[in-house]
């Protein structure tokens, strides 16, 4: 069965703290794996990994993706209280042309 | 513009009543999609339309049946709901199947069974 395990589930960091994010997946013919940030209503996409080793960036937000070892990982430094949010992971499996999404890390960035 | 849009955005209802939740999207996608979001924040995806026909259909009580009478449009329809239906429900929608990866989510469909 198609798998992506998040950690950790929650997190309590300062502002200017950077924090790393992790995604493992077990899933059938990978296509992509992407991130997505949840506040108050609807998840929205941050990131698209298709290729190991190849680092995307937005601002203090980076992630990258190892096929090899199957995970990923979302930094974000210097972070800001307006950072709190559900981090989610989700990994398109090509059967069934699905995405399964992981549990979430929920970040809370104090002031 | 909303891109995505869902009607009700909140639903407070009894145990046994049947409910629906109606989705719209302007963004001339061909696949849409329903999430359920439980109380621990996990989103699954129930079903996938592509050009109004179901392509994905996960394990999902028979109670809830969606319908696409066009493919801007996307409703979903709950039977005898439940208490363990309570949750957020999450449409969304991508311009094709292929392009899953880029989807766009509506804000969200608060449902609570009492």
């Known amino acids: 069965e198609d798998k992506v395990v998040q950690s950790p589930l929650s997190l309590v960091v300062h502002e200017g703290d950077t924090v790393t994010l992790n995604c493992s997946y077990e899933?059938?013919?990978?296509?992509?794996l992407l991130w997505y940030k949840q506040e108050k209503k609807a998840p929205t996409f941050l990131f698209m990994l298709?290729?190991?080793?190849i680092e995307k960036k937005s601002g203090r937000l980076s992630s990258i993706l190892d096929k090899k070892e199957l995970f990923s990982i979302l930094n974000i430094t210097a972070t800001q209280t307006g950072d709190s949010a559900i981090y989610l992971c989700?990994?398109?499996?090509?059967?069934?042309?699905?995405?399964?999404f992981g549990a979430g890390t929920i970040l809370r960035v104090k002031s | 513009d909303t891109a995505v849009s869902q009607t009700p955005k909140y639903l407070v209802t009894q145990m046994g009543n049947d409910k629906s939740i109606k989705c719209e999207q302007n963004?001339?996608?061909?696949?849409m999609y329903w999430y359920k979001q439980d109380s621990k924040k996990f989103l699954k995806i129930m079903f996938s339309?592509?050009?109004?026909?179901?392509?994905i259909n996960e394990t999902v009580p028979n109670r809830f049946s969606p319908k696409s009478p066009d493919k801007a449009h996307l409703n979903l329809h709950i039977n005898s709901l439940e208490l363990g239906d309570s949750a957020v429900y999450f449409c969304?929608?991508?311009?094709?199947?292929?392009?899953?990866?880029?989807?766009?989510f509506g804000p969200g469909t608060r449902l609570l069974v009492l």
């Open positions: 298709t290729s190991s080793g």
């Open positions: 963004l001339g996608h061909d696949t």
């Open positions: 899933v059938t013919n990978f296509r992509s």
């Open positions: 989700a990994v398109e499996a090509s059967w069934g042309n699905k995405l399964v």
């Open positions: 969304a929608s991508s311009q094709d199947r292929e392009s899953i990866g880029t989807q766009y």
């Open positions: 339309y592509n050009n109004k026909e179901l392509i």
